[in-house]
């Protein structure tokens, strides 16, 4: 799931964060998060950070700027300068092609694809393979491998290079190319060679267990929100969307990409990941969304219960991250006028973030409220089950049967289709947005019983010819 920002720079000036706060005050209450953290990073340094709400609904644990939530899809810049650290160290090449490095991909359709197509997205994976579920977690160390091997099986959907397509798949195979080149398992390796070295104290890589001190996602539910059960990291999905930070850790992050020097990664290293990657990719780098016009560059995070969002003004070596602790809804507290807006404010950037949700507010309450009008036409039907059992002739019999076919097909782009639309599967996006997931299947599903009752009592309990 891509949230597809239209920014345009319009100042260079940081907003005072009095009006962060006021604007917090308004918009926060109308996305339902029990919690956000955000830090603003000015000159490549921590301006300032603030926080609001609760690790968990319910609960009196305070969320501060140090509260590590999962970042999501921000993990992947974080990936990919893991990749950009072997590649200086020669121990990688951007052309190098998976089948070198991966014996998995060794004459399989994915084995030509480089290591520059991956951290572009450009391999030729979609977002639906990506988005694919993957073998159960165990918490073992071989979890990503067990992925990635199944990865390998896949014939990506495009030609690899041809076109710009957004994929986990890439950066989950990226994440087992990194155990296989430096030696050492994803966790340890991001550990040791960025969130070490930047003094991230308050992160680290999903490992398989549960950790209290994160904040707790929260699923929306029909206008709340609610806490997802289960809290353990999960080890395959680590380079994708699996690291845990906190907003301060985060600015002091953002700071050192936008540095100019050469610390963890040479300074020349990570503006070639903050450009576009080729003619292919010219909105996209290695681990960034970019704007170049503006001189934007940003990548946001969606995880179950949380979501995220990075921005950088490089040139002015400004920036800001934004952490909420719910997931945002359809029409219904959404959360991206909440972050956008911080960022907005923060960086001074012309970027209208409330946008209209009237018609995903039309659409969900469509959803919700079919099912129910369904319900209603069966009891109809049973009322009225005399009229519907006298239907004759080829038009009558029509009249029975035809609306089986519309209600099965509505029912196809209801479970299928618009999930698709997402880069998904049903399950996945009930996963992430169960309300609107099981609004879904529940019109889908209550249209086709509708027509089938119908016919059931259309062919029982007539009275037979003497």
Do not use: C
Not at 57 to 65: E, S
């Amino acid at each position: 799931m891509i949230l597809v920002l239209g920014m345009s720079a319009a100042s260079a000036t940081s907003a005072p964060r009095g009006s962060i706060e006021a604007f917090i005050d308004s918009v926060m209450p109308a996305s339902g998060v029990p919690g956000l953290a955000y830090a603003v990073v000015a000159d490549g340094d921590v301006a300032s950070a603030g926080a609001r709400g609760v690790i968990t609904l319910g609960g009196d644990t305070a969320i501060t700027p140090d509260t590590p939530f999962v970042i999501g899809s921000i993990s992947k810049s974080m990936t990919a300068l893991a990749v950009m650290q072997l590649v200086e160290a020669g121990t990688l090449d951007l052309d190098t092609e998976l089948a070198q490095v991966l014996d998995g991909f060794s004459g399989r359709p994915a084995g030509a694809i480089t290591i520059r197509q991956l951290l572009s997205h450009t391999s030729g994976f979609s977002t639906q393979q990506g988005n694919a579920p993957h073998p159960d977690a165990t918490g073992a160390t071989e979890d990503l491998a067990r992925a990635v091997d199944r990865l390998a099986a896949v014939a990506p959907a495009h030609e690899p290079g041809a076109t710009w397509e957004y994929s986990n798949a890439n950066y989950a195979i990226l994440g087992r190319v990194i155990e296989v080149v430096s030696g050492q398992a994803y966790q340890t390796y991001v550990t040791t060679h960025i969130l070490e070295p930047v003094g991230m104290n308050h992160s680290f890589v999903a490992d398989g267990a549960t950790h209290a001190s994160m904040a707790t996602g929260h699923r929306p539910w029909f206008g709340t929100k609610r806490p997802v059960s289960d809290r353990t990291t999960d080890r395959a999905t680590a380079p994708q969307g699996g690291i845990v930070a906190s907003a301060n850790d985060l600015a002091r992050y953002l700071g050192m990409m936008m540095n100019g020097e050469d610390d963890v990664l040479s300074a020349e290293g990570k503006a070639l990941m903050m450009r576009p990657a080729s003619a292919v990719s010219p909105n996209y780098g290695f681990g960034w969304y970019l704007d170049p016009g503006a001189g934007v560059v940003w990548h946001d995070g969606v995880s179950v219960g949380s979501e995220t969002l990075a921005t950088l003004l490089p040139a002015q070596k400004t920036a800001v991250i934004v952490l909420v602790n719910g997931g945002g809804g359809i029409g219904f507290g959404e959360t991206v006028h909440l972050r956008v807006g911080i960022s907005d404010r923060a960086l001074g950037l012309g970027y209208d973030s409330a946008g209209n949700a009237w018609s995903r507010k039309a659409l969900f309450v469509l959803l919700v409220v079919l099912p129910f009008v369904y319900v209603l036409g069966m009891i109809k039907v049973w009322v009225d089950r005399a009229r519907v059992r006298a239907t004759s002739g080829a038009l009558g019999v029509f009249g029975l049967w035809f609306p089986l076919f519309t209600t099965g097909a509505a029912a196809w782009v209801l479970i299928g289709l618009v999930p698709s639309l997402y880069g998904t599967q049903i399950g996945s996006l009930i996963a992430f947005v169960p309300d609107f997931g099981w609004a879904l299947v529940a019109s889908g599903v209550t249209g086709v019983l509708l027509t089938g009752f119908r016919l059931g009592v259309a062919y029982t309990g007539r009275s037979r010819p003497a």
